[in-house]
């Protein structure tokens, strides 16, 4: 298995560009979720979902947009990146059997905006 | 929100110290979990602790959960060059995790 996988690794934006990261997971996991961190502190959670076809805002979701069209992938949208945007991303996934689930997370994603 | 607090946000110690986090809650917490990040890694889940006052052992690391269930510490006994990284508490809800902001360890050889 390869756990859960990022898409790209490192990436470089202009302002205002758009870019889409993907996540993919191949544990059969309900849960998937988008974190960011940034030097220093803790993740922060953008959007979660808790099975295909759902997703729901976490605690910083301006900004960004995600889709659940696949129970193994979910995606981040950047509409149009700011510098403030500039971090790194983490993707999660998690059985989703009850509230008690463990998280098992990406290799990140570092973006940069100019 | 429902956040968890954590201290201290930096420990440097010698090798063979022992070294201590601390994790707070101002409400009550359902489970408490434990995570390491490497240096340029990603966050690894170590352990979850659900029971009042549960003590869980893993080697040389011994996790605490408090009776009122608002707090919560991770103790390493001897540190080696290997323990280093940011360790983070989290606490789930529905689905939801939210993370302290982490204790960063360096081990000085």
């Known amino acids: 298995n390869a756990g859960v996988t990022q898409t790209p690794k490192f990436r470089v934006l202009k302002t205002g560009q758009s870019m889409t990261l993907l996540c993919a997971q191949d544990m059969n996991h309900e849960y998937m979720y988008w974190y960011r961190q940034d030097p220093g502190m803790g993740l922060r959670l953008i959007h979660y979902s808790v099975g295909e076809g759902t997703t729901a805002k976490g605690e910083v979701p301006d900004g960004y947009n995600v889709s659940r069209l696949k129970k193994q992938n979910f995606l981040l949208g950047l509409e149009s990146a700011a510098p403030s945007q500039t971090s790194v991303y983490f993707c999660a996934s998690s059985y989703g059997r009850d509230s008690t689930d463990t998280q098992y997370f990406g290799p990140g994603t570092r973006l940069t905006v100019l | 929100g429902q956040q968890v607090m954590q201290i201290p946000q930096y420990q440097h110690v010698q090798e063979g110290e022992d070294f201590t986090t601390y994790c707070n809650s101002s409400?009550?917490?359902?489970?408490i979990q434990w995570y390491k990040q490497r240096p340029g890694g990603h966050p690894v889940f170590l352990i979850q602790?659900?029971?009042?006052?549960e003590v869980k052992k893993q080697k040389r690391l011994t996790f605490q959960f408090g009776e009122a269930k608002k707090n919560s510490s991770l103790h390493i006994t001897a540190t080696q060059t290997t323990d280093v990284g940011t360790y983070f508490c989290a606490r789930t809800n529905a689905g939801k995790s939210t993370f302290g902001d982490g204790t960063t360890l360096t081990v000085k050889p």
């Open positions: 409400t009550t917490l359902s489970n």
């Open positions: 602790l659900v029971k009042s006052g």
